[in-house]
Each structure stands twice: as C-alpha cells, then as structure tokens.
C-alpha cells in the first residue's frame, strides 16, 4: 500500500474524529442532554466510549482506501462528490432509521444527516487535496 493512502488515512481520521467532537460534543450537546432524551442513553454509555475511535480506525481506513481505488484525478470536485455519495449511502439510512426506532425528535435526525454529509464531504475533499499533491517518489 501506498504512502498516500496511510497518510489520507491518518487524515481522515484525525479530521472526522474532530468533527464528530464538534458535533456531538458541542453543537448536538444541548440537545442530547435535554430532559426529553435523557431517558433514551444507556446508563453505562461512559463505558462504552472506546468504540468511537475504534470503528473511526475501520471507517477512516476503508474510506480512504474505496477513494483510493477510484481516484480519477478531478480536483476536489472529486472529493466533494465522493463524500457526497459516501453520506447518501451511510447517513440517510443511519439517520432514518434511528429516527424511525427510537423516539428521537425529527430534528435531530435531519441534523445528523446533515452534519454528517458535511464532515463526509470536508474528508473526501482532503482526499482528493492528498491524492493530488505531487509525489516525490521517482518514476520507473
């Protein structure tokens, strides 16, 4: 495997580890904490935390590696639509259907669509800015 692809790797998962932050942590917080969800968390959430960064490590990785193998050298046009398929795919079902199991306000089910879309399309366009950086390895 290729330099591009760990440090694209790297990348995304240091970014969309900081946005998921930022996102749940900061913009959702108020939301999350309201008394019409506090019923919904699990009382031994704190324990379970160390999922976050693990299943971050398995989608960072397949993310920049799927990008890798369909790399067309567009710009970050490219990432853009990238990340932009990337939520289509994960997010609108995610969110829906989270939404539709649990009585989660509608709101906070089109914030995590949209949210997620931006920090999906943000990490695509690294990709992209990774992938089109010139490389200093010698040519054959």
């Not at 790297?10 to 969309?16: C, E, P, S, Y």
Request: zero cysteines; proline letters at 4%.
């Amino acid at each position: 495997m290729n330099r591009k692809l760990w440090l694209g790797f790297i990348a995304v998962f240091i970014i969309t580890f900081a946005l998921d932050y930022l996102i749940r942590n900061v913009i959702l917080a108020p939301i999350y904490s309201s008394d019409a969800l506090k019923h919904i968390w699990r009382s031994d959430m704190e324990s379970k935390v160390w999922i976050f960064p693990l299943t971050g490590v398995f989608f960072s990785f397949f993310f920049t590696l799927i990008f890798s193998k369909g790399y067309e050298g567009k710009g970050i046009i490219e990432g853009v639509r990238y990340g932009l398929y990337v939520s289509l795919m994960m997010n609108i079902p995610a969110a829906y259907s989270t939404y539709a199991m649990f009585p989660f306000p509608y709101s906070l089910a089109l914030q995590w669509f949209l949210y997620g879309t931006v920090k999906l399309i943000i990490a695509g366009v690294v990709l992209a800015m990774i992938y089109g950086m010139k490389s200093k390895e010698p040519t054959a």
